[in-house]
């Protein structure tokens, strides 16, 4: 596995300027997970991850067994965000706070996000509320961009194994409900709170997926998953109200769908790892060049208790590590993320922190 270690090196060694670009607009972004994130997105087959699952291959929850549950609680943040987060926790998150840090680094981009997602399950079927909220905000002095990004998801899915477990199926239902606010004004007249002008709105959003699995070995995995089966389409209203005015509701969402193909060679005794090969999109519902829908992603677990993961995706590098305990998990990620607004520099640093307990099990 030489080349499993290669690229950890790389990443380790490229750090925070040649980090992995994420599809923030593509709808696996509602739920944006660590380890998928270190891992170039490659993340179709991370399906031991129950919000992974949950979220973005259903077909995985055919995994559970008993009662089983976990919770992740994950924060992301930008290199200029500490100076904003050093006026006090509580106001680090407003406009100002930001506006100031992005002046105070040269116009850079700075932002922040939190996500809560607990989620529980009865063997296949699973429940979940996931919520998050993103800010971000740049200021060059004279003119100040500001994007504002809360989802209220609740999600109930299914997986059925077949075939002994090598044919995996699942569905899940997702009622999305979104506030995103993207202003652009000079300084003096710019919003004073991100959440001004939202496109508010809510709909129900369809999602399945299947997972074939060699029984050879290496364990290789072949996985396909539909999102925003037949469209997502919003209405106007929301269950959780967190925009200060709105103007209208969102975009609607067009369907899109993912491939990805993984091993799961053992290297030595308790050494495992996991390669993975991601392309997004490909009924080309949003009109990108192929190096941004393909992502690579490699795992080197050690004794199931130390991960070193890194990817590559849209010619950019991820890394990032996670420890395991015994009911819970600690993991980071460095990447890069390409924002909605595209304000800020094309693709900007991100660091992601998430810890996650659990309790049952996968098969």
């Not at 660590?34 to 170039?40: Q, T």
């Not at 799961?264 to 050494?271: A, F, L, S, T, W």
Request: net charge neutral; aromatic share 10%; proline share 4%.
């Amino acid at each position: 596995m030489k080349a499993s270690l290669t690229l950890i090196l790389i990443g380790t060694l490229c750090g925070a300027d040649n980090a992995s670009a994420r599809l923030t607009d593509n709808p696996q972004s509602r739920y944006l997970n660590a380890r998928a994130a270190a891992m170039g997105d490659a993340s179709l087959p991370l399906v031991e991850d129950l919000g992974l699952a949950l979220m973005q291959n259903p077909a995985g929850l055919a995994t559970r067994h008993g009662l089983s549950g976990q919770t992740d609680i994950i924060t992301e943040f930008t290199p200029g965000a500490a100076s904003a987060v050093g006026s006090g926790v509580g106001s680090g998150f407003s406009l100002s706070n930001l506006s100031k840090a992005s002046l105070d680094n040269f116009s850079a981009l700075v932002g922040m996000g939190l996500q809560v997602f607990p989620a529980i399950a009865w063997s296949g079927l699973t429940a979940g509320v996931l919520f998050q909220e993103r800010i971000r905000v740049t200021n060059d002095g004279t003119k100040q961009q500001s994007q504002f990004v809360n989802q209220f998801i609740p999600t109930l899915g299914y997986g059925i194994p077949l075939a002994r477990g090598l044919l995996r199926v699942g569905y899940a239902l997702q009622f999305v409900n979104t506030s995103i606010a993207n202003n652009d004004a000079d300084v003096a007249t710019a919003p004073t709170a991100f959440s001004e002008n939202s496109k508010v709105g809510q709909g129900v959003s369809h999602n399945a997926s299947f997972n074939l699995i060699v029984p050879v070995r290496y364990r290789p995995t072949l996985s396909l998953a539909a999102r925003n089966i037949f469209g997502l389409r919003y209405n106007s209203g929301t269950l959780l109200k967190r925009a200060s005015s709105t103007s209208g509701t969102p975009e609607n969402e067009s369907m899109t769908v993912d491939a990805a193909f993984s091993i799961e060679p053992r290297i030595y005794g308790d050494v495992t790892s996991i390669w993975s090969i991601q392309v997004r999109d490909l009924w080309d519902a949003q009109g990108l060049n192929l190096m941004s829908k393909i992502g690579i992603g490699t795992e080197i677990n050690f004794f199931r208790s130390l991960g070193l993961r890194a990817g590559y995706t849209a010619n950019e590098f991820s890394f990032g590590f996670g420890f395991r305990f015994t009911d819970s998990k600690l993991d980071f990620a460095m990447y890069k993320d390409r924002d909605l607004a595209g304000i800020g520099p094309e693709f900007n640093t991100r660091y992601m922190i998430q810890y996650s307990f659990s309790f049952g099990g996968h098969r």
